[in-house]
T-cell receptor, first 112, second 112 residues
């Protein structure tokens, strides 16, 4: 049983481009969470999704950021028109029942 | 406003001794607390947790203590081993489907 898979592991984007980060939860897990870790900071909650539904997006920046978890396929965190301040490690976690998180290895986004 | 605080950015402990990592929180609605361990370029790994109805939880070399009146918890590792060198994050949640609120982490260094 594979763990939470995130890809790509590293993503480099120029300012103004779009970044798409993918997260495949563990088999049987229907709850997905996205977190962002800025340098020298702890992980900050961004959004909590279940299949086809956004449950809590209180940590998402109001503009340029969106997330989805479609019925089929991975969860996607999308950042439009990236800026240097978006450079961070983005972690996805999944759980079967809104508890007992398992984290992926993260995607490190660098905006140049 | 930092609701979960880890005031020691780093801690150095000799191998075989006890490591004590501290965490304070301000939100009295938090009722479940977790400790995660993180190596560079990897996602956080769950270590141990405690519910607010308990004051102690033990798992092998790891023990978490919770002092609700002081809004303080600590992680004890004994005996400390070289493989324990990592960044340790304290996290809290109101339970249910809420996302986790993380502290900034403490970098534990175990010296031979």
């Amino acid at each position: 049983n594979a763990g939470v898979m995130q890809n790509p592991r590293h993503l480099v984007r120029r300012r103004g481009q779009e970044a798409r980060l993918r997260c495949s939860p563990m088999k049987g897990h229907s709850h997905v969470y996205w977190y962002r870790q800025l340098p020298e900071e702890g992980l900050k909650f961004m959004v909590y999704l279940q299949k086809e539904n956004i449950i809590d997006e209180s940590g998402m920046p109001k503009e340029r950021f969106s997330a989805e978890f479609p019925k089929e396929g991975p969860s996607i965190l999308r950042i439009q028109q990236v800026v240097r301040g978006d450079s961070a490690a983005y972690f996805c976690a999944s759980s079967p029942d809104a508890a007992g998180y398992t984290f992926g290895s993260g995607t490190r986004l660098t905006v140049v | 406003d930092q609701q979960v605080k880890q005031n020691s950015p780093s801690l150095s402990v000799q191998e075989g001794r006890i490591s004590i990592l501290n965490c304070d929180y301000t939100n009295s609605m938090f009722d479940y607390f977790l400790w995660y361990k993180k190596y560079p370029a990897e996602g956080p790994t769950f270590l141990i947790s405690i519910s607010s109805i308990k004051d102690k939880n033990e798992d092998g070399r790891f023990t978490v203590f919770l002092n609700k009146s002081a809004k303080h918890l600590s992680l004890h590792i004994v005996p400390s081993q070289p493989g324990d060198s990592a960044v340790y994050f304290c996290a809290a949640t109101r339970g249910g489907a809420d996302g986790l609120t993380f502290g900034k982490g403490t970098h534990l260094i175990i010296q031979p």
